[in-house]
């Protein structure tokens, strides 16, 4: 069984400001992809960034980047200089593989952050 | 390029009759996956389609849930009947394949259905 855990259920940060927002995970599978979305409040699910169990180095897309520490399964999200468009749910999800290597397909949601990011 | 098309945004009916929420995937897109968001339970997944065929159907709620994709471009959630607790934001996502970054879901602006 997989588990995400999102420990903040909100976190505020200034305008142009780095915030992190944090993700734990809990699996046995040796491969697995670990993702971050963001909801604004009109409900749309954005794909943000991605990080592979067997990637090397960190993920980054633009202003956003995953601090990935496998041995305490953890994914956190980094946000530099914040923007008031930033304000929105965040989620941290991950999609897992079998015994035999196959994804699971199917991507298992932490309960997320509520980030607001003031002037 | 589209992204991932769903309709209506936006349902409003009673308990008792049936919904029907459609999915348009990003073309080329050989997965389709259907979600249920409710405050309560957070994001689930029902089921999800590799080329039209269902794989994996056990977050789907009971027999008053059917999915259907008769092909690469349309997918269909049917309730019925519907009751008042199926209330939930429905979304619809597609990815190629499932590894890697490659594998990445993109999700549809999602349906707000809410059954009186």
């Known amino acids: 069984a997989q588990k995400i855990t999102q420990t903040q259920p909100g976190m505020f940060v200034q305008e142009k400001e780095a915030v992190t927002l944090d993700c734990t995970y809990d699996?046995?599978?040796?491969?697995?992809?670990l993702f971050w979305y963001k909801q604004p409040s009109s409900g749309e699910m954005i794909f943000l960034i991605y990080q592979g169990s067997y990637d090397e180095q960190n993920a980054t897309e633009g202003r956003y980047s995953l601090n990935f520490q496998k041995a305490r399964k953890s994914a956190n999200l980094v946000i530099s200089a914040s923007q008031l468009g930033d304000s929105a749910m965040y989620f941290c999800?991950?999609?897992?593989?079998?015994?035999?290597?196959?994804?699971?397909?199917?991507?298992?949601f932490g309960q997320g952050t509520i980030l607001t990011v003031h002037p | 390029d589209a992204g991932v098309i769903q309709s209506p945004r936006h349902e409003v009916t009673e308990m008792g009759q049936e919904v029907t929420l459609r999915c348009k995937p990003i073309s080329g897109h050989d997965y389709l996956f259907w979600y249920r968001q409710t405050m309560m339970r957070g994001l689930e997944l029902l089921i999800y389609f590799n080329n039209n065929v269902p794989i994996d159907d056990s977050g789907m709620p009971e027999d008053r849930f059917s999915a259907k994709m008769p092909n690469a471009s349309f997918s269909t959630l049917k309730i019925q009947p519907s009751e008042p607790r199926d209330s939930a934001v429905y979304f619809c996502?597609?990815?190629?394949?499932?590894?890697?970054?490659?594998?990445?879901?993109?999700f549809g602006p999602g349906t707000r259905l809410l059954v009186l």
């Open positions: 699996t046995s599978d040796q491969s697995y992809g």
């Open positions: 996502a597609s990815s190629l394949g499932t590894l890697g970054g490659m594998g990445t879901q993109y």
């Open positions: 999800a991950m999609r897992g593989t079998n015994a035999g290597g196959t994804s699971y397909g199917k991507l298992t």
